[in-house]
C-alpha cells in the first residue's frame, strides 16, 4: 500500500490554539510551545489522591466534605481523576510531536461512550488508590460512581462500535483522533406509559460535565445556503466560488481517550453548534426578546438531538445539517488549525486516513474538494487525486432503506457548491464507466451516484464508494453480501477496493470493567495478559473440564444476576426470579431484528399452558429481558414493544405459569445496563433474518461474557459459531440463499400461519386481545400475516425447535457451564484490538507507535 508510506503529520496537542489561519474560521495569533517540556503528573498515592481531591471539592465545587451532595462528590472525583489523565494526555501529545506518524481521523455521528469515571479509572490503573482514599474520607465509591449519567451520544451498535474503536486505537498508541457531535440532548430517554415507549429529552449535561474541555479559540465557521458564483483566478482561469447566506460556529468539546495501563491519551473532540452572532442588542432594546436570540435557537437545533425525526422536509433538512456541520468543522480543523501553515497539500494522504463510519459523514468527500479547488486554488486533477486517497468507508448496513439517498433539490439549497462538486465527480465517473463498460446503459444508470427519477437523489453510498480508497463490510458474511449484492456493479469495477473487517468489542469495558467475577477468576487461571491480548482465552479451554473452575464459573454468573437484580430494583424494575434461564435480547428494536419471534416463541410457550398442550411444569423455569428503543416514527416497532409489555403484565401475574416463565423490558436499555445485564445472560437470542444484519456486537459481547448463542446464520453470528463450535451453539432458520430463493418464488406467510396449528394458536391468541388492546393487537398480527416483511413466520418452527434444544442443554448443569466456559474461550478474535489491526493493515496504513 504504497500510498500510505509514512511521513510527519502535523501538530496535534489536544488543547492548543490553532497556529495558523484556517478560510473557514477565525484567526489566531501564533503560540508557541516553550521546548515542550513535559507535563506535571500528581504523585500516585493515596494520601495525594486524598489532599487533590478534598482541594478539588473545596476549591472547585465550593463545598466542604461534611456539606457536600453526592453529586459534589462525583464532580470534585472526576475532575481530580482527568487530572492525571491530562499528564498523560500532554505528555502524548508532545511525544507524537517529535515522533509524529500518519494519523486516522475517525469520522462517526455518533459515539455511544458509556459512563466515563469507571473506564477512566481502570485505563489509568486507579482503581485501587481512589477505592482506599474514598474509604479513609468515607465515601460510598459505589454510589459517586452511579451518580454519572452516561452520554446518550449514539443510538446503538454503530455508536458503542465509534467508542470501542477509539479505546483501542489508544491502547494500541496509534495516533487517532475522532470526529463527531456533542449532542445536548443525544438519544432520548426511554419511559413507558401503559405500556407505550415514551421519549423524553436525556438531559446529560444537566448535572454537569467534568470529562470535556469546551476549546472556543479553536471553534470553526460553517456555512450554509446561498449561490455559487464564476470568476475569474490566476491567469484568467474560470474558477468558482460559494457565496453562503448563513453561517454558524462549530465549537469543540474535547474528550480524554485513555489507553489501558500504558501511559497514552488519544482525543475524541465533538463540536456544537452556537450563533456566530447569538444575541442582537439592538432588537432585544426594542422589546422583541425572541427575536433578539433567534440565530442563537436556530444555530443549537443543530447539534440538540441525535437524529432528529425526519418524516417532514425540516427533520430531513436537519439531518443534513447536522451531517454537513460536523465533517466540514472536522476537516476544516485538521486542514486549518493542525497541519503546518506552509504544509504542501498534495502530501496530504501521507498525513491523515478519515474513516467513514457508515454514510452520515460522507459529504466530507465533496467538502475536501471544495477546500482543494476553491480555497487552496487546484485544479481537478489534483484535487481529486488527493481526495480519492483520504478517504475509506465502512458500510453497515444491508438494507437498501439505510443506504442514504438526499433529495438533489435538498443539497442544491443548503449547500449548491458541494451539489456542483457531486456533479461533477459523477460525470467523471460514469464517463470511466462507459468506457469500461460500452454500450451498458442500464450499468451506468445504476451505478450512477446521481438516482434519476421524479426526485433525483443523492447515493450517498455510491459516492463514498467512488471516492474512498478502500470499502469495507463488517463481518464475512456482510462483506460478501456487500460486494455480491449491495454494492456488486462497484466490486466488479473495483475488486480491489473491497475489503472486510470483522467489528470486535473493547474487552477492557465489556469484560474487566463489566465483568469484576469473570475477570477475576480468568486472572487466576491463566493471567492478566488476556486484556490486552485477547486471543489468550484459548488458554482456558482446558478448564473447561475442571469441574472446580466450572462451579466457580456457575458462582460468578450467579454473583452477576444478583448484581442486575439490584441495579433493577433500584430502577423501580420488577424483581426477577432466582435460578431461571436468563434469556436476553438487547438491541434496537427493528423488523430485521425479530423481536417479534421471540415473542411468538413466549405466547406460544404460555398458550400451551393455558390450553393444556404443555404441562407447567415442563416448562423451563426461563427469564426472557428485553433491551431496545425504537426510532420515534418508526410505528410498528413502537406497537411491538407495547405489545412485549402487555405480554409481560399478564404472563407474569398468570398462577397458571406457577412462576416459570417471566417477561421483563426495562426501559432504557443504554451502556450502563448493558454492562450489568450482559454479565448476567445465560442465552443470547441473535435471530434477524438472514442476510439482514451487518455484523452485530450484542453477540460478541455475550458470548465473551459466557453466554450461549441461539441465532441463524447470519452478520458475526456465522464467525461466532465457527469459532465456538456447533456444539456451543444453537443455530436454526433459514441460510441466506434460502432466505433469496423463498423471496424470488413468493412467499406467502398466511400459508405459514394457517398450516403450524402452535403458530397459529400463539398468533389468535395475541389477536384475541388476551393481552389487551384488542385492536393494536389484531392489526400488527394482521400486518404480520399479511406481509411478514423479514420472514419470522416461516423461521418460526425452526426457531421453536431449536429453543427445545436450549431446554435440553440448560436442564444439564455441566455440560451447560462448559459450554458457556469454551464461548469465552473462544471469543478472542471478537476484540476491538484485532479490529483495528485489521484496518490498520488492510485499510489505513498507520502505524502503532
Same mark, same amino acid.
Given at each position: 500500500?504504497?500510498?500510505?508510506?509514512?511521513?510527519?503529520?502535523?501538530?496535534?496537542?489536544?488543547?492548543?490554539?490553532?497556529?495558523?489561519?484556517?478560510?473557514?474560521?477565525?484567526?489566531?495569533?501564533?503560540?508557541?510551545?516553550?521546548?515542550?517540556?513535559?507535563?506535571?503528573?500528581?504523585?500516585?498515592?493515596?494520601?495525594?489522591?486524598?489532599?487533590?481531591?478534598?482541594?478539588?471539592?473545596?476549591?472547585?465545587?465550593?463545598?466542604?466534605?461534611?456539606?457536600?451532595?453526592?453529586?459534589?462528590?462525583?464532580?470534585?472525583?472526576?475532575?481530580?481523576?482527568? !487530572?492525571?489523565?491530562?499528564?498523560?494526555?500532554?505528555?502524548?501529545?508532545? $511525544? =507524537? *510531536?517529535?515522533? +509524529?506518524?500518519?494519523? #486516522?481521523?475517525?469520522?462517526?455521528?455518533?459515539?455511544?461512550?458509556?459512563?466515563?469515571?469507571?473506564?477512566?479509572?481502570?485505563?489509568?490503573?486507579?482503581?485501587?488508590?481512589?477505592?482506599?482514599?474514598?474509604?479513609?474520607?468515607?465515601?460510598?465509591?459505589?454510589?459517586?460512581?452511579?451518580?454519572?449519567?452516561?452520554?446518550?451520544?449514539?443510538?446503538?451498535?454503530?455508536?458503542?462500535?465509534?467508542?470501542?474503536?477509539?479505546?483501542?486505537?489508544?491502547?494500541?498508541?496509534?495516533?487517532?483522533?475522532?470526529?463527531?457531535?456533542?449532542?445536548?440532548?443525544?438519544?432520548?430517554?426511554?419511559?413507558?406509559?401503559?405500556?407505550?415507549?415514551?421519549?423524553?429529552?436525556?438531559?446529560?449535561?444537566?448535572?454537569?460535565?467534568?470529562?470535556?474541555?469546551?476549546?472556543?479559540?479553536?471553534?470553526?465557521?460553517?456555512?450554509?445556503?446561498? !449561490?455559487?458564483?464564476?470568476?475569474?483566478?490566476?491567469?484568467?482561469?474560470? $474558477? =468558482? *466560488?460559494?457565496? +453562503?447566506?448563513?453561517? #454558524?460556529?462549530?465549537?469543540?468539546?474535547?474528550?480524554?481517550?485513555?489507553?489501558?495501563?500504558?501511559?497514552?491519551?488519544?482525543?475524541?473532540?465533538?463540536?456544537?453548534?452556537?450563533?456566530?452572532?447569538?444575541?442582537?442588542?439592538?432588537?432585544?432594546?426594542?422589546?422583541?426578546?425572541?427575536?433578539?436570540?433567534?440565530?442563537?435557537?436556530?444555530?443549537?437545533?443543530?447539534?440538540?438531538?441525535?437524529?432528529?425525526?425526519?418524516?417532514?422536509?425540516?427533520?430531513?433538512?436537519?439531518?443534513?445539517?447536522?451531517?454537513?456541520?460536523?465533517?466540514?468543522?472536522?476537516?476544516?480543523?485538521?486542514?486549518?488549525?493542525?497541519?503546518?501553515?506552509?504544509?504542501?497539500?498534495?502530501?496530504?494522504?501521507?498525513?491523515?486516513?478519515?474513516?467513514?463510519?457508515?454514510?452520515?459523514?460522507?459529504?466530507?468527500?465533496?467538502?475536501?474538494?471544495?477546500?482543494?479547488?476553491?480555497?487552496?486554488?487546484?485544479?481537478?486533477?489534483?484535487?481529486?487525486?488527493?481526495?480519492?486517497?483520504?478517504?475509506?468507508?465502512?458500510?453497515?448496513?444491508?438494507?437498501?432503506?439505510?443506504?442514504?439517498?438526499?433529495?438533489?433539490?435538498?443539497?442544491?439549497?443548503?449547500?449548491?457548491?458541494?451539489?456542483?462538486?457531486?456533479?461533477?465527480?459523477?460525470?467523471?465517473?460514469?464517463?470511466?464507466?462507459?468506457?469500461?463498460?460500452?454500450?451498458?446503459?442500464?450499468?451506468?444508470?445504476?451505478?450512477?451516484?446521481?438516482?434519476?427519477?421524479?426526485?433525483?437523489?443523492?447515493?450517498?453510498?455510491?459516492?463514498?464508494?467512488?471516492?474512498?480508497?478502500?470499502?469495507?463490510?463488517?463481518?464475512?458474511?456482510?462483506?460478501?453480501?456487500?460486494?455480491?449484492?449491495?454494492?456488486?456493479?462497484?466490486?466488479?469495477?473495483?475488486?480491489?477496493?473491497?475489503?472486510?473487517?470483522?467489528?470486535?468489542?473493547?474487552?477492557?469495558?465489556?469484560?474487566?470493567?463489566?465483568?469484576?467475577?469473570?475477570?477475576?477468576?480468568?486472572?487466576?487461571?491463566?493471567?492478566?495478559?488476556?486484556?490486552?491480548?485477547?486471543?489468550?482465552?484459548?488458554?482456558?479451554?482446558?478448564?473447561?473440564?475442571?469441574?472446580?473452575?466450572?462451579?466457580?464459573?456457575?458462582?460468578?454468573?450467579?454473583?452477576?444476576?444478583?448484581?442486575?437484580?439490584?441495579?433493577?430494583?433500584?430502577?423501580?424494575?420488577?424483581?426477577?426470579?432466582?435460578?431461571?434461564?436468563?434469556?436476553?435480547?438487547?438491541?434496537?428494536?427493528?423488523?430485521?431484528?425479530?423481536?417479534?419471534?421471540?415473542?411468538?416463541?413466549?405466547?406460544?410457550?404460555?398458550?400451551?399452558?393455558?390450553?393444556?398442550?404443555?404441562?407447567?411444569?415442563?416448562?423451563?423455569?426461563?427469564?426472557?429481558?428485553?433491551?431496545?428503543?425504537?426510532?420515534?416514527?418508526?410505528?410498528?416497532?413502537?406497537?411491538?414493544?407495547?405489545?412485549?409489555?402487555?405480554?409481560?403484565?399478564?404472563?407474569?401475574?398468570?398462577?397458571?405459569?406457577?412462576?416459570?416463565?417471566?417477561?421483563?423490558?426495562?426501559?432504557?436499555?443504554?451502556?450502563?445496563?448493558?454492562?450489568?445485564?450482559?454479565?448476567?445472560?445465560?442465552?443470547?437470542?441473535?435471530?434477524?433474518?438472514?442476510?439482514?444484519?451487518?455484523?452485530?456486537?450484542?453477540?460478541?459481547?455475550?458470548?465473551?461474557?459466557?453466554?450461549?448463542?441461539?441465532?441463524?446464520?447470519?452478520?458475526?453470528?456465522?464467525?461466532?459459531?465457527?469459532?465456538?463450535?456447533?456444539?456451543?451453539?444453537?443455530?436454526?432458520?433459514?441460510?441466506?440463499?434460502?432466505?433469496?430463493?423463498?423471496?424470488?418464488?413468493?412467499?406467502?406467510?398466511?400459508?405459514?400461519?394457517?398450516?403450524?396449528?402452535?403458530?397459529?394458536?400463539?398468533?389468535?391468541?395475541?389477536?384475541?386481545?388476551?393481552?389487551?388492546?384488542?385492536?393494536?393487537?389484531?392489526?400488527?398480527?394482521?400486518?404480520?400475516?399479511?406481509?411478514?416483511?423479514?420472514?419470522?413466520?416461516?423461521?418460526?418452527?425452526?426457531?421453536?425447535?431449536?429453543?427445545?434444544?436450549?431446554?435440553?442443554?440448560?436442564?444439564?448443569?455441566?455440560?451447560?457451564?462448559?459450554?458457556?466456559?469454551?464461548?469465552?474461550?473462544?471469543?478472542?478474535?471478537?476484540?476491538?484490538?484485532?479490529?483495528?489491526?485489521?484496518?490498520?493493515?488492510?485499510?489505513?496504513?498507520?502505524?502503532?507507535?
Amino acid at each position: 500500500m504504497n500510498e500510505f508510506q509514512l511521513s510527519a503529520p502535523a501538530d496535534f496537542g489536544p488543547d492548543e490554539p490553532s497556529t495558523n489561519f484556517r478560510a473557514t474560521g477565525p484567526q489566531f495569533p501564533p503560540t508557541h510551545h516553550l521546548a515542550d517540556q513535559p507535563a506535571v503528573a500528581p504523585a500516585r498515592d493515596v494520601d495525594t489522591f486524598v489532599q487533590e481531591f478534598l482541594e478539588e471539592l473545596n476549591f472547585g465545587q465550593g463545598v466542604p466534605l461534611d456539606r457536600s451532595t453526592i453529586n459534589h462528590q462525583y464532580l470534585a472525583l472526576a475532575s481530580t481523576v482527568r !487530572s492525571y489523565l491530562m499528564a498523560d494526555w500532554l505528555a502524548t501529545a508532545a $511525544r =507524537r *510531536r517529535a515522533h +509524529p506518524a500518519k494519523m #486516522v481521523g475517525y469520522l462517526s455521528a455518533e459515539y455511544l461512550l458509556g459512563r466515563q469515571l469507571g473506564n477512566a479509572l481502570l485505563n489509568s490503573d486507579l482503581e485501587g488508590i481512589v477505592e482506599e482514599a474514598m474509604r479513609q474520607l468515607g465515601i460510598d465509591l459505589a454510589a459517586v460512581r452511579a451518580q454519572e449519567v452516561e452520554p446518550g451520544l449514539g443510538n446503538g451498535g454503530l455508536g458503542r462500535l465509534a467508542a470501542c474503536f477509539v479505546d483501542s486505537l489508544a491502547t494500541m498508541d496509534v495516533s487517532c483522533i475522532g470526529y463527531g457531535i456533542r449532542y445536548e440532548y443525544g438519544i432520548f430517554r426511554q419511559t413507558f406509559v401503559e405500556g407505550r415507549q415514551v421519549e423524553v429529552p436525556d438531559t446529560w449535561l444537566a448535572l454537569g460535565a467534568p470529562w470535556e474541555f469546551r476549546n472556543p479559540e479553536r471553534a470553526v465557521q460553517v456555512d450554509f445556503g446561498g !449561490s455559487v458564483e464564476s470568476y475569474a483566478g490566476d491567469q484568467g482561469r474560470p $474558477r =468558482r *466560488r460559494w457565496r +453562503p447566506d448563513w453561517n #454558524v460556529l462549530a465549537v469543540p468539546y474535547n474528550y480524554m481517550v485513555p489507553g489501558y495501563h500504558n501511559g497514552v491519551a488519544n482525543t475524541l473532540r465533538l463540536w456544537s453548534a452556537e450563533a456566530t452572532r447569538a444575541f442582537d442588542l439592538q432588537i432585544f432594546n426594542h422589546g422583541d426578546y425572541a427575536e433578539a436570540v433567534r440565530a442563537q435557537t436556530f444555530a443549537e437545533n443543530i447539534s440538540k438531538v441525535l437524529y432528529p425525526e425526519d418524516s417532514t422536509p425540516q427533520g430531513k433538512e436537519l439531518r443534513l445539517q447536522q451531517q454537513y456541520f460536523f465533517v466540514a468543522a472536522s476537516i476544516g480543523d485538521y486542514l486549518h488549525g493542525t497541519l503546518p501553515e506552509d504544509f504542501d497539500l498534495a502530501r496530504l494522504p501521507e498525513q491523515i486516513i478519515f474513516q467513514l463510519n457508515d454514510t452520515h459523514p460522507v459529504i466530507g468527500i465533496p467538502e475536501l474538494m471544495r477546500l482543494l479547488l476553491d480555497v487552496h486554488g487546484m485544479e481537478w486533477d489534483q484535487a481529486w487525486a488527493i481526495t480519492s486517497r483520504c478517504f475509506a468507508y465502512t458500510c453497515h448496513t444491508l438494507l437498501p432503506e439505510a443506504l442514504e439517498v438526499w433529495p438533489v433539490s435538498l443539497v442544491e439549497r443548503l449547500l449548491p457548491r458541494h451539489m456542483e462538486i457531486i456533479f461533477e465527480i459523477n460525470d467523471r465517473f460514469l464517463a470511466a464507466v462507459r468506457a469500461q463498460f460500452p454500450g451498458d446503459d442500464d450499468r451506468v444508470r445504476r451505478m450512477s451516484i446521481i438516482a434519476e427519477g421524479g426526485d433525483r437523489g443523492v447515493r450517498m453510498a455510491h459516492l463514498a464508494t467512488v471516492a474512498a480508497v478502500r470499502v469495507n463490510g463488517v463481518a464475512e458474511l456482510h462483506s460478501q453480501l456487500l460486494r455480491d449484492k449491495v454494492l456488486v456493479d462497484f466490486a466488479q469495477l473495483w475488486p480491489e477496493k473491497f475489503t472486510n473487517v470483522t467489528n470486535g468489542v473493547t474487552p477492557r469495558r465489556f469484560l474487566v470493567s463489566a465483568n469484576p467475577p469473570l475477570t477475576s477468576l480468568i486472572n487466576d487461571a491463566i493471567g492478566g495478559g488476556w486484556i490486552t491480548d485477547l486471543e489468550r482465552l484459548r488458554e482456558l479451554e482446558p478448564y473447561a473440564e475442571d469441574p472446580v473452575f466450572r462451579e466457580r464459573f456457575r458462582s460468578a454468573k450467579r454473583a452477576n444476576k444478583d448484581h442486575l437484580n439490584s441495579t433493577l430494583l433500584a430502577a423501580g424494575t420488577a424483581q426477577l426470579p432466582a435460578d431461571h434461564m436468563l434469556d436476553v435480547m438487547v438491541k434496537r428494536l427493528h423488523e430485521y431484528k425479530r423481536q417479534m419471534l421471540k415473542l411468538l416463541h413466549i405466547v406460544s410457550t404460555y398458550e400451551g399452558v393455558l390450553s393444556g398442550r404443555v404441562p407447567a411444569e415442563q416448562v423451563t423455569p426461563r427469564t426472557c429481558l428485553f433491551g431496545a428503543k425504537a426510532a420515534p416514527g418508526y410505528a410498528t416497532a413502537k406497537e411491538t414493544i407495547y405489545l412485549i409489555n402487555r405480554v409481560a403484565s399478564v404472563i407474569n401475574s398468570d398462577p397458571k405459569l406457577d412462576g416459570r416463565l417471566f417477561v421483563a423490558f426495562p426501559p432504557n436499555y443504554n451502556v450502563t445496563l448493558a454492562q450489568r445485564l450482559i454479565p448476567a445472560a445465560d442465552l443470547s437470542e441473535q435471530i434477524s433474518l438472514a442476510g439482514k444484519e451487518a455484523s452485530g456486537t450484542g453477540n460478541m459481547k455475550l458470548a465473551l461474557n459466557g453466554a450461549l448463542t441461539i441465532g441463524t446464520d447470519d452478520g458475526a453470528n456465522v464467525e461466532i459459531r465457527k469459532l465456538v463450535g456447533d456444539d456451543n451453539f444453537f443455530l436454526f432458520g433459514m441460510r441466506e440463499p434460502e432466505v433469496a430463493e423463498l423471496q424470488s418464488r413468493g412467499y406467502h406467510p398466511g400459508e405459514v400461519y394457517a398450516s403450524n396449528p402452535v403458530l397459529k394458536s400463539a398468533i389468535d391468541l395475541i389477536a384475541s386481545g388476551h393481552f389487551g388492546d384488542r385492536g393494536a393487537s389484531q392489526a400488527l398480527m394482521g400486518d404480520l400475516v399479511g406481509n411478514d416483511r423479514f420472514m419470522a413466520l416461516a423461521d418460526f418452527q425452526a426457531y421453536v425447535d431449536a429453543q427445545a434444544q436450549v431446554d435440553a442443554k440448560f436442564a444439564d448443569t455441566e455440560a451447560w457451564t462448559r459450554s458457556a466456559i469454551l464461548n469465552v474461550a473462544r471469543s478472542g478474535y471478537f476484540s476491538s484490538d484485532r479490529s483495528m489491526r485489521d484496518y490498520l493493515d488492510r485499510i489505513w496504513g498507520a502505524q502503532v507507535h
